[in-house]
């Protein structure tokens, strides 16, 4: 099976790296190679060397900064997927392309599902919509996949990777305590498109979640955070993490205040549950703690 990999160099495109290459031949583009903002290049491209499922992780992910450059962030993740679709509808191949939660607007109290009502508050879950959208359009053979609060030992910062490096800094954090979500270890995800590519086939195309199990609070995952890394001696010098509302830290973007997706029915095609969120934060933790980035 001939895999094209785009985004390979994001934190979950670097995982997808690792999973895809046991069940195919990948091929891993990074910007470099092709340049999602370049939207006519998109098909030459991928038609030239034609491959059987193309995963495109790569994204414009500054949530914040997509306030201020919308066009940017509607060209790469609301248009270009879109062009994907098309290529991949015109060699016949599969296109798995990775959503987000914050095409939700927060507003339900229990977990969303992947046909529940879609409401974006900001312009990146706005043009990560336009994305589902395109794909939805132009190619039937198609996996839409929703994931939140991503996290990994690999690719640029993250909230893990935040928290540690303040906590290695300060004696007092403040932490948001009501916005509620499932944080997902990135190799979770790149593990579980692996996993579901076999299964696809004519009635299992269409749109998924996939998180870790569980839901919390971005404080409460700060004192997990800080209990799992105490435990494995990463150097802290923070004494003190206190609750406070996002009123108190106002961000450019809106967030959704309670963004948890239900994966059960990745769960029931995959036949398992994924793994809690504490228990992949501390392989993540174990992993990072063991071989920090250099430099
Ligand atoms: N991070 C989260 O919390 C989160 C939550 C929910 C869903 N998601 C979704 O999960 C997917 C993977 O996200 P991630 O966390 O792995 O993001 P990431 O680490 O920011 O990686 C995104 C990748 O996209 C690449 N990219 C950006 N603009 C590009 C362009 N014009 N052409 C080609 N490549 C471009 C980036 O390349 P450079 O390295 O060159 O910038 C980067 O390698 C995305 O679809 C994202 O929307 C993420």
Known sequence: MKILLLGCQGQVGQELLTTLSAIGTVTAWGRHELDLAQLDAIGPKILAQPPDVI???AAYTAVDKAEQEPQLAYTINGEA????????AACGAILIHISTDYVFDGQQNQPYQPDSPTNPLGVYGQSKLAGELAVQAACDRHVILRTAWVYGAKGQGNFV????????ERDTLKVV?????????????????????PYLAPGTFGTYH???SGAVSWYDFAIAIFEEAAALGYPLTLKTVLPITTDQYPLP????????LGSEKLDALLNQTPPHWRVSLRKMLQEFVSSPPQG
Do not use: H
């Open 55 to 57: 995963v495109n992780a």
């Open 81 to 88: 997927p879109g062009k994907l679709a098309q290529a991949a």
């Open 161 to 168: 990777k935040t928290m540690l490096r303040l906590g290695a």
């Open 177 to 197: 305590y009501d916005q509620v979500g499932c944080p997902t270890w990135s190799y979770d995800i790149a593990a579980a498109i692996a996993q579901l590519i």
């Open 210 to 212: 996939f998180t870790n």
């Open 253 to 260: 973007a809106k967030r959704p205040a309670y963004s948890v």
